[in-house]
């Protein structure tokens, strides 16, 4: 599980850098970048859920073990 979800992390991390790509700074809120700003917004809540899903299950392990 912990290689998915770096795998997931890093998909979302490069989601990122690719819609970072798709920005006009020039008009951020219209067009493609209001989609781009939209798809780096998700992928930044993915990560942070992904995160938590991590942290959550090394918490499992660590009250198993005890």
């Known amino acids: 599980m ?3 979800t770096t795998i997931l992390i ?3 991390l490069a989601l990122i850098v690719f ?3 798709m920005l006009n700074f020039n ?3 219209e067009g ?3 989609v781009a ?3 780096i917004l ?3 809540c993915a990560v942070f859920i992904l995160m938590i899903f ?3 299950k090394m918490i499992e392990q660590k009250s198993k073990n005890q």
């Open 19 to 21: 819609n970072i790509t």
């Open 10 to 12: 890093f998909f979302a």
């Open 32 to 34: 493609d970048s209001l």
């Open 42 to 44: 998700a992928s930044f």
């Open 27 to 29: 008009n951020l809120f």
């Open 2 to 4: 912990k290689i998915f």
């Open 37 to 39: 700003l939209i798809g």
């Open 54 to 56: 991590r942290m959550s």
